[in-house]
């Protein structure tokens, strides 16, 4: 199927980022207490991750330990923070352009290829255990469209940034590989009902060019809509 050829439009471009997943949870689970505890969990943080310290510093920030000096929302802490940057100090995205843009523009509904697949994939019943296994690419899924550090990811918590920063989640490298994995395998199968002949198949090729690129760079996904 040529998904070009299906008709619909979308409402976004969708953008998967190299970030470094493991520091992008520390920050967003910070960036999630209260006023009191966040500040003094942010000098921990900032303590312990030098590197974190030099990219503020770079950014222009001079007191990178003092969160309340930051003038940035959460959306664009978590983003200038965690991504990883080319020698021009440019975010590095994902994967040829081509494939970017399969990703980026899928034909259905909303434009997300995420959403999409948690919508119209379903496990395998030929497969024991299964179900087991297709919870954890829900899971994987789900962190990585509409991020909640309580993990039952009802909605995106870093939308509507700084200059429309919409955040919508992100993974470690570690669970990058892990759902590349999984999406390899055949624990799923795909929804009587499907509206697109051959999307959900489509969509998996074209998520897991992007999950071997970053596995490739050793790095996590930040997943990122541009309204």
Known sequence: MDLNQASGT???FYTLHSCDGEIALQ???VLSLGDNE?????????????SLEQRLTDQGISQPSNLNSISWDDSMILFLCSI???????PMG??????????????F???????????FMRPNVRVS??????ERILHLLRKLSSFNKKGDYTYPRFNGGMGGMNILG?????EVIEIRRLLSGRNWSVASDEPLDGGVRDAIKHLLAMLRAAERIDSGVMHRAHL
């Open 10 to 12: 979308t409402t976004a």
């Open 27 to 29: 920050i967003a689970e």
């Open 38 to 50: 966040k500040c003094q969990s942010w000098i921990k943080l900032i303590q312990e991750n030098p």
């Open 84 to 90: 990883n940057v080319d020698e021009d100090g440019k």
């Open 94 to 107: 994902i994967g040829e352009s081509l494939k970017r843009e399969k990703f980026g523009r899928f034909p």
């Open 109 to 119: 509904d909303d434009g997300s290829l995420t959403n999409y697949l948690i919508e």
């Open 129 to 134: 255990n299964s179900n087991e296994v297709f």
């Open 170 to 174: 992100f993974l470690s490298l570690e």
